[in-house]
């Protein structure tokens, strides 16, 4: 079935150092949602982007959802310990049910 | 406010056991309920999902069944586990079908 993609897989960077993840899709998508999962722990939702070229923002994270809304991404800036983990994108591509990305791992190093 | 339990936190079972795991909803009514399996270092692949009391939907083939017998309630069972079934389990519930989910803190299982 159709799937979301999402790279990279793994980054690793220097605390301080910016951090994006990009999601793709090869069908359009209503909506986007982002999840954060710490290190053993379960994904906590994060955002949801609905409109075409939207931006929101939560602090040092920036979120965009792209014009032909196939194509998402994550912005971190100047990134710190407390953001480490996994963050998955996830959208609805079959039969309206959302399917998640592979996510991305992030670690940081102090 | 909503709360979501999900038990038990761990478990290793034998091959060939069965399988039970319980999910519960607290403060809404009517909510679509997930189950999500997910590999080590992997994402989330959707299992089962449910809009109703009694409606199941299956969205892969496998060893592992699904059942709402009430509103806010949710279970996961299989007859008998293989090796293949070990894996994080995660419980989930939306308000609706593409709005954000909200999840269980995950059954580890592991089946020896």
């Known amino acids: 079935g159709q799937q979301v993609m999402q790279i990279p897989q793994y980054q690793h960077v220097q605390e301080g150092e910016d951090f994006t993840t990009y999601c793709n899709s090869s069908?359009?998508?209503?909506?986007i949602q982002w999840y954060k999962q710490r290190p053993g722990g379960h994904p906590v939702f994060l955002i949801q982007?609905?409109?075409?070229?939207e931006v929101k923002k939560q602090k040092r994270l920036t979120f965009q959802f792209g014009e032909a809304k196939k194509n998402s991404s994550l912005h971190i800036t100047a990134t710190q310990t407390t953001d480490v983990g996994t963050y998955f994108c996830?959208?609805?591509?079959?039969?309206?049910?959302?399917?998640f990305g592979d996510g991305t791992t992030l670690t940081v190093k102090p | 406010s909503q709360t979501i339990h999900q038990w038990p936190a761990t478990l290793v079972q034998p091959v060939g056991s069965p399988l039970s795991l319980e999910c519960t909803v607290e403060?809404?009514?009517?909510?679509?309920l997930y189950w999500y399996r997910q590999a080590a270092g992997r994402g989330l692949q959707l299992l089962f999902y449910?809009?109703?009391?009694?409606?199941i939907s299956s969205e892969v083939p496998q060893n592992l069944s699904a059942s709402r017998p009430q509103d806010r309630q949710f279970i996961l069972s299989s007859k008998k586990l293989l090796l293949s079934d070990s894996g994080f389990y995660l419980c989930?519930?939306?308000?609706?079908?593409?709005?954000?989910?909200?999840f269980g803190q995950g059954t580890r299982l592991t089946v020896v």
């Open positions: 403060g809404t009514s009517n909510p679509n």
């Open positions: 996830a959208g609805p591509v079959n039969a309206g049910k959302s399917t």
């Open positions: 449910s809009v109703g009391i009694g409606q």
């Open positions: 989930a519930w939306s308000v609706m079908e593409n709005t954000e989910a909200f």
């Open positions: 069908t359009t998508l209503s909506n």
């Open positions: 982007l609905v409109k075409s070229g």
